[in-house]
C-alpha cells in the first residue's frame, strides 16, 4: 500500500485526515500530516518531515500531498520527492485525499491521476449540477 503524508498550512491537514476518517468510519493506516505554522523554517522540519514520510512508507512509496504550490508547505514536501516513489500532488482537499485512499493500492501510476482528477472533480457549480 502507498502512504500518505500531508504537509499543509497550520491545522488544515490535521481537518482533512479527521474529516478523511469520519467519511470513512475508520482511520485509515499509512496516513499522517504535519502542519507548518507561519514561523517554522521549512529546513529546521526537513528532518521531521523525513521521519514522518518513513513511518507512512512502506516499502511501495509514498505520495505527499500538499496544499499551495509554492508556498512553504510545499518547498518542503518538494525536498521529499523522488520520481516513481515519493510522488507530490498540491492543492489538496478533501475528494482528492479520499480519492487517494480508495486508489493506493493500484499502484503510482494509477494513484497519481485518480488523486488529481478526484481533486479536480470535487470543484463543483452546485446550481449547474
Request: charge should be neutral; charged fraction near 20%; proline fraction near 5%.
Amino acid at each position: 500500500m502507498i502512504g500518505i503524508l500531508l504537509i499543509t498550512h497550520g491545522s488544515f491537514g490535521e481537518a482533512l485526515v479527521q474529516n478523511a476518517c469520519h467519511v470513512l468510519n475508520k482511520r485509515p493506516a499509512q496516513l499522517n500530516q504535519l502542519g507548518v505554522a507561519a514561523q517554522d523554517d521549512p529546513l529546521d522540519l526537513l528532518p521531521l518531515a523525513r521521519q514522518m514520510l518513513a513511518l507512512v512508507d512502506s516499502g511501495q512509496g509514498a505520495l505527499v500531498l500538499t496544499d499551495i504550490f509554492g508556498a512553504t508547505p510545499s518547498n518542503l514536501a518538494l525536498k521529499l520527492l523522488e520520481p516513481g516513489r515519493v510522488e507530490g500532488l498540491a492543492g489538496v482537499n478533501l475528494p482528492m485525499l479520499l480519492r487517494a485512499l480508495t486508489y493506493r493500492d493500484k499502484g503510482m501510476e494509477i494513484l497519481l491521476p485518480r488523486a488529481r482528477d478526484g481533486g479536480r472533480d470535487g470543484v463543483i457549480n452546485m446550481l449547474n449540477h
